[in-house]
């Protein structure tokens, strides 16, 4: 938990006593148990709220869109502004068995092909991916257009412990995604070709070679 975390729910957990302090007073609520039930469903209410709050602003935060420097106003990205920050990511087992799971990303600030994510060291897929880091990637597609995204042409790099620091300092965006980086790693992917469909249009192939 970051201290900017720790901190907010400190001033949430006084705020939500201090209040409920006041309506029990207010009211004149005598009785060790008429005011611990008025201070616990008070006191829930008030702190229910922000941390409510707090929530669905991580989650706008994650599933946003930044704009970055390196972000152009291709066909590519294009089509990134109108989807969700989800990919079904594809890898290839020791075994030479495919596998496949959905995750959130952040694309790079800095580099349109390049997206980041975040995963537990000990999942498949971070362990297929040490074995082989030629990947799959696929996006949603828009209900609207059908706009979608997916290359079979993608390098995935791990990225763990001191590395990941000054990876997370060049590219805070990755921050986005997680409040916890201690058992984690770093998914880069590098997309050197993109398929781009949608309905209204013929399939565009994106290269960034």
Known sequence: MYAKRFIQLFIIFLVTIFFSMIFVVYFNIKGYLAQSLVLSLVGYVILVIPLTILTLLKQRKKFSHDLGTGKSGSVFQNSLNTLDNIITLSTISPDNMASSSIITFKQSNSDENVFYCVSHKETTRVKNIRFNNKVSVATW????????????????????????????????????????????????????????ESFQSSPVVVDFA
């Open 141 to 196: 597609f828009d209900k609207q257009t059908g706009s979608r995204m997916s290359s079979n042409s993608v390098v995935a790099e791990i990225i763990e412990n001191k590395a990941m620091n000054d990876e997370v300092m060049q590219h805070p965006e990755i921050k986005k995604l997680s409040d916890d980086f201690s058992n984690n790693v770093i998914i880069k992917l590098k997309i050197n070709s993109a398929l781009v």
